[in-house]
């Protein structure tokens, strides 16, 4: 059914080890991998030559250079049934807890708000879906130092909020 939908691959990386810079070589070949999977799907018959596809960013990273790429390769293929795909963590002090930030305060709203924006800018405002394939906080337990259960909720609940605000989808 047109209710299933395939993604080429999650998170894509293709140098060893997370880099906070960009290789041009990774953008190249995450095309490449995009580009040959939607051929791949859209000539092997039946509903796949309309099916919803979903092509994720360079590490699903929801940052530039990675959005534009991705939005190279979806002017290319010209399709109407490809959907975005990027992952959010949050604001990193927050997320992980790493720098003692335990509370749902004004600097993780405006990172969560300046993210959605922009991924609502990049793809929505060009008519293209987009689905938060994965969201979450990482740095939530029982230790006194980590973030406090109503903090945790309120994230997701904003969350939660502002992307459907922007039509945005969250799996």
Same mark, same amino acid.
Not at 27 to 47: K, M, P, Q
Not at 123 to 128: A, E, H, K, T, V
Not at 130 to 155: M, N, P, Q, R, T
């Given at each position: 059914? &047109?209710?299933? $939908? ?20 990774? =953008?190249?070949?995450? %095309? ?5 999977? @939607? &051929? ?7 509903? &796949?030559?309309?099916?919803? #596809?979903? =092509? ?13 790429? #991705? ?5 290319? #293929? ?5 959907? +975005?795909?990027?992952?959010? @963590? ?5 997320? +992980? ?14 990172? =969560?708000? %300046?993210?959605?924006?922009?991924? @609502?800018?990049?793809? $929505? ?18 230790? !006194? %130092? ?6 945790? #909720? ?12 922007? %039509?945005?989808? !969250? $799996?």
């Amino acid at each position: 059914p &047109n209710t299933l $939908m395939f993604e080429s691959i999650n998170e894509p990386s293709f140098t060893q080890g997370w880099s906070s810079t960009v290789d041009p070589t990774d =953008l190249a070949l995450l %095309d490449e991998l995009n580009t040959s999977f @939607y &051929n791949i799907v859209r000539n092997s018959g039946g509903n &796949n030559a309309t099916r919803p #596809l979903v =092509l994720p960013t360079l590490g699903c990273s929801p940052t530039e250079p990675q959005i534009s790429n #991705l939005i190279g390769t979806i002017s290319k #293929l010209n399709d109407k049934n490809i959907i +975005a795909t990027v992952h959010y @963590y949050g604001y990193w002090p927050f997320s +992980a807890n790493v720098a003692g930030t335990t509370t749902f305060d004004e600097t993780t709203k405006k990172d =969560l708000e %300046d993210t959605i924006d922009r991924v @609502y800018n990049a793809f $929505m405002n060009q008519g293209i879906p987009v689905i938060i394939g994965e969201y979450g906080l990482l740095g939530f337990d029982k230790s !006194l %130092d980590a973030i406090e259960h109503g903090e945790v #909720l309120k994230y997701f609940e904003y969350l939660t909020y502002y992307a459907n605000a922007k %039509d945005i989808t !969250l $799996m």
